[in-house]
């Protein structure tokens, strides 16, 4: 089986190396314009975006073949219905991480998988508790330029971990790959865990 990130990530890259497994990166433009407001739904339909027009390049390539397994994921910051992506500015930054201090926040990660003519799509949210942040610490951090491509502008595994007081459900869906969630979509589509599929 060949397996296929359909994404640039580096911390998804990682986890996935982290787990043992051997995956080529492949990734393609997709279309990521949505008036979907509900930050599962918009990560769920972004994450199967990014898998489909990953095949439709294979495809395109002639390296399309049924035993190819496309792993594509989306991840956003939602606090009190706003939906947070990536800074486009250390202003924009500054604003997002005024927004988190002090108060908890969703982080939700939508995960596709396909596999032949099959394909799993799904969601997973953690809630991640930020402490008080003074705007110097603010300014500090957002300087450090670790906020820039980082949805919510923090990264929970870098700096920023000095600032969060505690999390609700899978870590590793906050660095930007949610594994329990991927590993229990393998098992329904592939009756095979992260473990074993990294064995193969």
């Known amino acids: 089986m060949r397996i296929v990130l359909a994404s640039k990530s580096p911390?998804?890259?990682?986890?996935?190396?982290?787990?043992?497994?051997?995956?080529?990166?492949?990734?393609?433009?997709?279309?990521?314009?949505?008036?979907?407001?509900?930050?599962?739904?918009?990560?769920?339909?972004?994450?199967?975006?990014?898998?489909?027009?990953?095949?439709?390049?294979?495809?395109?390539?002639?390296?399309?073949?049924?035993?190819?397994l496309i792993i594509a994921s989306d991840t956003v910051v939602a606090v009190d219905g706003t939906i947070l992506g990536?800074?486009?500015?250390?202003?924009?930054?500054?604003?997002?991480?005024a927004l988190l201090s002090g108060r908890t926040h969703q982080?939700?990660?939508?995960?596709?998988?396909?596999y032949g003519t099959q394909e799993r799509a799904d969601f997973d949210a953690t809630s991640v508790h930020f402490c008080d942040m003074t705007q110097d610490e603010i300014t500090q951090y957002v300087s450090s330029g670790e906020p820039m491509d980082k949805a919510g502008a923090y990264a929970v595994q870098g700096l920023a971990s000095v600032y969060i007081k505690g999390l609700e459900g899978d870590y590793f869906n906050v660095v930007g790959l949610p594994v329990h969630k991927l590993n229990t979509m393998l098992r329904e589509l592939l009756g095979v865990s992260l473990l074993a599929l990294g064995r193969e």
């Not at 990536?86 to 991480?97: Q, S």
């Open 11 to 68: 911390r998804r890259r990682e986890i996935l190396s982290m787990l043992g497994l051997k995956f080529d990166i492949v990734s393609a433009d997709a279309d990521e314009s949505s008036k979907i407001t509900d930050p599962a739904q918009l990560v769920r339909e972004l994450s199967l975006r990014k898998a489909c027009a990953t095949k439709a390049l294979l495809q395109q390539q002639g390296e399309w073949n049924d035993d190819t």
């Open 86 to 97: 990536k800074p486009r500015d250390e202003a924009d930054a500054a604003r997002m991480l």
């Open 107 to 114: 982080v939700i990660s939508g995960v596709s998988l396909l």
